[in-house]
């Protein structure tokens, strides 16, 4: 992941409401993972058309991986493992306006009946461009893009 770019991920949000919205079962020793979630909440079958309105498709280096967008830019890596979602990752580039795709990611968060987890900030919310727009200007993408030299002053100190 480059860093002017941030991270979300889909989580089903009967998952979300079941665990009162926790994100620490969603991490391990090596970091954070979202297979847990998803074990038992699949998307339904249109997921793969809802995410095409998002971004276009792309290829995918992996058969255990459908991927959209550019990796370098705005993207999105749905991960599998016996026929079953493990994980929808979204990146979004903060170099790029940034309109357009938080409304599209919204969207598609609402149709899969998802909300949003942010693996930096510890956080799961509520799919909503406010929770969206305010885990974006926390991050560290954000202080980077904005002031990469002050970004890495601080990093010294």
Same mark, same amino acid.
């Given at each position: 992941?480059?860093?002017?770019?941030?991270?979300?991920?889909?989580? =089903?949000?009967?998952?979300?409401?079941?665990?009162?919205?926790?994100?620490?079962?969603?991490?391990?020793?090596?970091?954070?993972?979202?297979?847990?979630?998803?074990?038992?909440?699949?998307?339904?079958?249109?997921?793969?058309?809802?995410?095409?309105?998002?971004?276009? =498709?792309?290829?995918?280096?992996?058969?255990?991986?459908?991927?959209?967008?550019?990796?370098?830019?705005?993207?999105?890596?749905?991960?599998?493992?016996?026929?079953?979602?493990?994980?929808?990752?979204?990146?979004?580039?903060?170099?790029?306006?940034?309109?357009?795709?938080?409304?599209?990611?919204?969207?598609?968060?609402?149709?899969?009946?998802?909300?949003?987890?942010?693996?930096?900030?510890?956080?799961?919310?509520?799919?909503?461009?406010?929770?969206?727009?305010?885990?974006?200007?926390?991050?560290?993408?954000?202080?980077?893009?904005?002031?990469?030299?002050?970004?890495?002053?601080?990093?010294?100190?």
């Amino acid at each position: 992941m480059a860093t002017w770019q941030f991270s979300a991920n889909l989580i =089903p949000r009967s998952w979300a409401i079941e665990n009162k919205y926790s994100s620490s079962l969603l991490y391990t020793e090596e970091g954070y993972d979202t297979e847990e979630a998803w074990k038992e909440n699949q998307p339904k079958p249109e997921f793969i058309d809802i995410l095409s309105n998002m971004l276009p =498709p792309a290829e995918s280096w992996s058969k255990d991986l459908l991927c959209w967008g550019n990796e370098e830019e705005h993207d999105i890596q749905v991960g599998y493992e016996n026929k079953l979602i493990e994980g929808i990752h979204i990146r979004l580039d903060l170099n790029q306006k940034l309109s357009g795709i938080i409304v599209k990611l919204i969207k598609v968060a609402k149709e899969l009946d998802c909300v949003l987890f942010f693996p930096e900030l510890r956080t799961v919310t509520e799919a909503s461009e406010f929770e969206l727009k305010n885990a974006l200007q926390k991050s560290r993408a954000a202080k980077i893009v904005k002031d990469p030299h002050r970004f890495i002053d601080e990093l010294q100190k």
